[in-house]
């Protein structure tokens, strides 16, 4: 799977405001950090407001606001090859949010999440065997401590499979391949440009899917204020951040990363909403930050060794 040559791809001029905020690793990984937070913040501010508009709706309204802000932010100046990248990998992202939409109706939340966490996996997988890209076995290690927090996140009383638990499982596999497609292309890649592909495509898919499977009705009122938060910071400033982090994280980095994404929602759920969370539940929270804190340090422990690899 290619979008062009990465030669020709390479922006040689990337904007001096990107370069200057996007080159430190460990300021991509708090970056990403930050927005795999707000993502977990916004899932009760996205349930109340798909459940008065429809999932379609919402989608194309909050993309579509979020292309807007890309082509504000950009102020035309976008890089072609790496507009028509993002457009190829904009097309994965589509079809996981259809996939996790039309999924989430057919089964549980408990399961929607559980099995949408499989992506944490189903990246540096597809990565390895689309691209060949190898990662530690400390990395591994992490990756599958994640997946462990996370169905200990889960909770217990998940249901039989289902029908919806099947589309999700392929919403956690397009994820994952969007995952290791970034991790291929965006290293090459002008990220504000690459961003706005992606989001462009999403919403002109979204546009066109949600007048096929919801009456074409006004918003209520109560919609716009979501539809602008998610639209503008967790869509326009969170792809932008996740396309420009991976262009300097491995890809299981970054997946672990996105996978604490449920951890933020559970705790948002319990310091706003007033949910509680059982001794199983605070294991696997535990699980899931101790691995964060492994793909974060294994790097700085090794470059400690190379750089003192004498004394």
């Known amino acids: 799977m290619a979008f062009g040559s990465e030669r ?65 932010l ?15 990998v904009g097309c994965v992202l589509a079809v996981s949010y259809v996939f996790q939409t039309l999924g989430i109706e057919l089964t549980s939340a408990t399961n929607s999440g559980l099995i949408t966490g499989l992506f944490v996996v189903a990246g540096p997988v597809l990565n390895r065997l689309l ?25 217990t009383g998940a249901r039989p499979p289902t029908s919806g638990d099947l589309l999700t499982l392929c919403c956690a596999m397009t994820f994952g391949l969007h995952i290791a497609l970034l991790d291929r292309y965006a290293k090459h890649l002008e990220p504000v440009s690459m961003a706005t592909g992606q989001i462009a495509l999403a919403a002109a898919v979204f546009g066109i899917v949600s007048p096929m499977v919801e009456p074409v009705r006004l918003p209520p009122p109560g919609v716009w204020a979501p539809v602008l938060l998610t639209g503008v910071v967790g869509t326009a400033l969170g792809f932008l951040t996740q396309t420009a982090a991976q262009r300097r994280l491995p890809a299981v980095r970054a997946a672990v990363i996105l996978a604490m994404e449920p951890l933020f929602a559970a705790v948002f759920g319990y310091c706003v909403a007033g949910d509680r969370l059982t001794p199983p539940q605070i294991i696997g929270a535990t699980v899931m930050i101790s691995a964060f804190m492994v793909v974060e340090c294994a790097p700085l422990i090794a470059n400690g060794r190379q750089n003192g690899g004498g004394h």
């Open 8 to 72: 020709l791809c390479l922006d040689p001029a990337p904007r001096p405001w990107v370069t200057r905020a996007f080159e430190s690793p460990l300021m991509l990984s708090v970056m990403l950090l930050g927005i795999t937070a707000v993502w977990g913040w916004t899932f009760t501010v996205v349930k109340d407001a798909v459940a008065m508009c429809g999932p379609m709706p919402f989608l194309a309204m909050r993309f579509a606001v979020a292309a807007l802000a890309m082509v504000a």
């Open 74 to 88: 950009s102020r035309g100046r976008l890089h072609r090859p790496s507009v028509v990248a993002g457009v190829g």
């Open 131 to 155: 691209f060949g890209v190898r990662a530690s076995r400390i990395a591994w290690t992490a990756v599958c401590s994640s997946f462990v927090g996370l169905a200990l996140l889960a909770g």
